[in-house]
Structure formats: C-alpha cells, structure tokens
Nanobody, 116 residues
Framework: QLVESGGGLVQPGGSLTLSCAAS????????MSWYRQAPGKERELVAA????????NYADSVQGRFTISRDNARNTVYLRMNSLKPEDTAVYYC???????????WGQGTLVTVSS
C-alpha cells in the first residue's frame, strides 16, 4: 500500500513537501517515482529515485525546483517542491516500480493547487 500526503493550496513561488508512506512490501528493494496528472491532461512522470537513493531523475519541467528523496528506514519517499507555478497544479501520485514479478503499485494521489 502507498499513501500520499502533504498536498494543499499554495501561492505561486511557494513550497510544499509531499510524502508517500509504503507498507506491505520491502520498500528498500524498489525504485520509486512521483507522477502527476493535471485536469484534462495525461499522467506524467515528475521524478524517480533508485532503490538506495543513489540515482534520481527529473522531468525537464521540474528540474532544479523539485527534489525527490527517500528514507528506507521509514519506508517513505518524499517530493520537495520549491518555486511552485500554477502549471504545477495537479494530483500527485507515487508509484512503486514493477519488479521481482510484482506489478507496479500506485497510491491514491494528493492534490496540489498553486494559485493566488
């Protein structure tokens, strides 16, 4: 199970940190990622992190503003979002990568609204 939290309403230029708490599997074995889906648009990859946190990748649109991290002791992956823009408004989802014969796993999403 994956449970996201930390979404909300924030003004342009503000910051938020999203959390995704994992349970029911060995979290440290799996790469994790954050996706987002804006109204009327397809779901898109925002950031991804390797299982030990040693490698991270970002969409061009968030590079330099967002940081993905993980705490394997707490079974949690984070997304720190700085310098937020109205176009960052979306439902944000975390995802466990399909691996070891297990399917990908999605959380329920958390809504981020960037507006003045």
């Amino acid at each position: 199970q994956l449970v996201e939290s930390g979404g909300g309403l924030v003004q342009p230029g503000g910051s938020l940190t999203l959390s995704c708490a994992a349970s029911g599997f060995t979290f440290s074995m799996y790469p994790m990622s954050w996706y987002r889906q804006a109204p009327g648009k397809e779901r898109e990859l925002v950031a991804a992190i390797a299982n030990a946190g040693q490698v991270a990748n970002y969409a061009d649109s968030v590079q330099g503003r967002f940081t993905i991290s993980r705490d394997n002791a707490r079974n949690t992956v984070y997304l720190r979002m700085n310098s937020l823009k109205p176009e960052d408004t979306a439902v944000y989802y975390c995802k466990r990568t399909a691996r070891y014969g297990n399917p990908e796993l999605w959380g329920q999403g958390t809504l981020v609204t960037v507006s003045s």
